[in-house]
């Protein structure tokens, strides 16, 4: 889960390309992009959204995430009923569902999913943890992280009354208003248990340098296959010279 654009530092840094590659993607774009004046007259007509750059996250999400019509759900206990005379599939629901206690769980519809914490893990630096607030909304400053280290983020959860297919984690990061990256990671299908899950993000890397530095603020999202939301979580965090002692 990138948390900042890459400004001064390698492709791989926050899934960015550098600032040359940006400034020859800007004047390929408007050479192509030129408008005539019948475009500009069809723009107006639409509010002049068509190439906004400021359309709101909600927005993309309900063009790039569409709701899937996944059939009617079913219990725990009656998943385990269907298809019962399927050896292959019994087992296979057998392994998802473990040592869940279906006298706990088996009559509830609805999974629930509690994210518990988050952890940076840096390369010869203790973790950051964080535990998440109960509502969802750190206040001040989150976390600071050293520009031009690399570093992942792990995110520690329950899954309570059902299985939860399709699990995954939106973010979206804005610095000084202007949005500067939107990432999404699939988490996996998990089945309720006692015991907490954990998933590590792909390592990434800061980026530096002086226009690098600064405050950022970000917006992460859990949601599964039915687009229900388990946590929305608005914080701002810091990338200065150094680590925060």
Known sequence: MSLAVGVVSSSK?????????AANTDVSETKSTAKTPADEERGDEHGGCENSVDATE??????????????PQFTLKEQLEKDKDDES???????????????SVGETLEPDVKI???????????DIVLPIPESGNPKGLWFTLKEGSRYSMNF????????????????????TG??????????GTFSPQQETYT???PEETTPSGIFARGTYSAKTKFLDDDNKCYLEINYSFDIRKDWQS
């Open 156 to 175: 520690t959860f329950k899954v309570s009354n059902n299985i939860v297919s399709g699990l995954r984690c939106t973010n979206v990061v804005w610095k």
């Open 178 to 187: 202007l949005k500067v990256d939107s990432t999404k990671e699939m988490l």
């Open 58 to 71: 909600e927005e993309e999400e309900e063009d790039e995430v569409r709701k899937i019509e996944l059939g």
């Open 116 to 126: 518990l914490e988050l952890a940076i893990k840096s390369p010869g630096r203790p």
């Open 89 to 103: 599939l019994r087992r296979w629901k057998e392994q998802l569902l473990g040592s869940v206690d279906l006298n």
């Open 13 to 21: 840094s926050m899934g960015f390309d550098n600032n040359e590659g």
């Open 199 to 201: 998933h590590e993000m």
